[in-house]
Structure formats: C-alpha cells, structure tokens
C-alpha cells in the first residue's frame, strides 16, 4: 500500500467529527507552506495540543511538504511571492549568476528574495490549506453517512 493510502487511511479512520478532522488537515496543509523551515512538525503539534484537534490529520497535512516536494514548492512560493509584490521574475537569473561566480553578492540577492518568499508560501498554503477543507470534508461526511447507514 502507497504512503499517500495509508495517510488517507488514517485522515479517515479518525475519530472526531468531519468539521475538526477537515479542519486539523486544512491548518496542517497551511503549516506546510509556512516559511521556517524545520517548524512544521512541532508547529502541528503545538496546534493540536492547543486546540485540541487532531495531532494525526495536522501531521498529515503538514507532511505535504517532504524532502521531494519541499524545493519546488518554496520555489512556486517564491513566484507567486514576486508576482504578488510585482518583482520582475529575471531577478531570478541574477541570484543564479551570483552564486554560479561564487560572488560574495548572493546573499544580498538572497535577501531581496526573502519577502516574496514568505508572502508567496503564506499564500499558498493559505488557498490550498482551505482548498482542502472543502474538499477533504464532504468525502468524511460521506464516509460518516455510509457508516451510519
């Protein structure tokens, strides 16, 4: 059985009513786009302790993002971040070319990156996070008609 059917498996078999599940699994989608690195796994957790909502589903949306998805995702962040703020996207060849000579400028090309960063990922992780809500809570409300019925 794939991973992403086992995670499903699990986000469906919670015990809790569709609302929270969808809900905790929406956050967990959110926090996965959030811009501190290495945050996501304690940031569910602190959530679900805080709110009392389900550790599992904020885990299994926050795991959206993983060492193969993690790179390109910042990267669509960071486009839609320069798109929002109306930065010229061939900026980017200028960050590129400062670390292919190795120039001592990357970092300040770097940091010119860093508000689109975080404003294009909180905005995406926004639109999906509540993407998911929509999606994921219908389908456990169906589960929990046909349980029921």
Do not use: K
Request: hydrophobic share 55%.
């Amino acid at each position: 059985m794939s991973r992403l059917r086992r995670f499903l498996e699990v986000l469906f078999h919670l015990e809790d009513t569709p609302h929270r599940v969808a809900l905790a699994f929406a956050i967990g989608v959110w926090i996965a786009f959030f811009p501190l690195l290495g945050s996501h796994t304690l940031m569910a957790l602190g959530v679900g302790f805080l709110f009392r909502l389900s550790r599992a589903a904020l885990l299994i949306g926050a795991y959206v993002t993983n060492p193969w998805t993690l790179a390109p995702f910042f990267f669509a962040g960071t486009l839609v971040g320069c798109w929002l703020l109306g930065i010229p996207l061939d900026r980017i060849q200028d960050v590129h070319r400062a670390f292919a000579a190795r120039e001592g400028g990357a970092s300040t090309a770097l940091q010119f990156f860093l508000w689109p960063f975080v404003l294009g990922n909180l905005a995406i992780g926004t639109l999906l996070g509540i993407g998911a809500y929509f999606i994921v809570r219908p389908l456990l409300e169906r589960r929990a008609a046909r349980r029921t019925a």
